[in-house]
């Protein structure tokens, strides 16, 4: 899908279908910045929705928090849930940077505990991007941070297609080389495990396994398991 659907049950009303006419219009003519005032619960989210429909092109949305950052999300999901909504915060739930207190001859070593769910979500973010235009990503500050090129990362992407001539082995070694690890007992996001002609992979960036069934060098079969019980 490259298009963005708008699903609600409400319509614009008041001062919402001036502001959505005309932040289109600005937008669309080159016009980079615009500002729209509106009291809390105004519904501004509403009117903004209705432009990201209407101009149709990938959006960054950038909330000064996470808190704010979670409801935004939120909210979008509800209003594009056939598009790709994603969420691209610092994956930090603890960081301690490492720091010398001279007073006391004290070094502090650096310290950081990664939320997996955050994680995630980034990858799934940067997933998103690469492979589709309706595509909105909700984040935080944390998202001025430089993930690399998009070229860099377009080289690295391990792409298969059913019915495609390769071996299962040249596969799994395009995998390891972007940092999967075979592990055939414990199954989980980054790691793949090898059953006779059939491969699985957990991609980093979903909630979702990949089951890839090859026969004499050819990929007969490509389909989504679940983990937990596959």
Do not use: W
């Not at 990664?114 to 589709?132: E, P, Q």
């Not at 019915?163 to 999967?180: K, M, N, S």
């Not at 790691?191 to 007969?220: H, I, M, N, Q």
């Amino acid at each position: 899908m490259d298009k963005f659907i708008l699903s609600s049950k409400f319509k614009p009303c008041g001062d919402q279908p001036q502001a959505i006419k005309e932040l289109t219009r600005t937008i669309s003519s080159g016009q980079r910045y615009q500002t729209l005032l509106g009291v809390t619960g105004s519904g501004k989210t509403f009117t903004l929705a209705n432009v990201i429909a209407n101009l149709n092109r990938p959006i960054l949305v950038i909330s000064h928090n996470k808190t704010l950052a979670a409801q935004l999300y939120s909210e979008f999901k509800e209003f594009f849930p056939q598009n790709a909504v994603e969420y691209f915060v610092s994956y930090y739930d603890y960081y301690q940077p490492e720091a010398y207190i001279p007073q006391t001859d004290t070094y502090i070593e650096k310290d950081a505990s990664i939320n997996d769910r955050l994680d995630r979500l980034r990858l799934s973010s940067t997933s998103s991007l690469m492979s589709r235009r309706d595509c909105l990503i909700v984040a935080s500050v944390s998202c001025i941070y430089n993930l690399g090129s998009p070229e860099d990362y377009q080289e690295h992407l391990v792409m298969a297609q059913k019915g495609e001539v390769i071996e299962r082995d040249a596969i799994i070694r395009q995998l390891i080389d972007i940092q999967y690890q075979r592990n055939d007992y414990e199954f989980s996001r980054g790691k793949l495990r090898v059953r006779g002609d059939t491969l699985e992979v957990f991609p980093s960036y979903d909630e979702e396994a990949l089951r890839l069934e090859f026969r004499a060098d050819r990929l007969e079969m490509i389909s989504q398991i679940n983990p937990t019980i596959c």
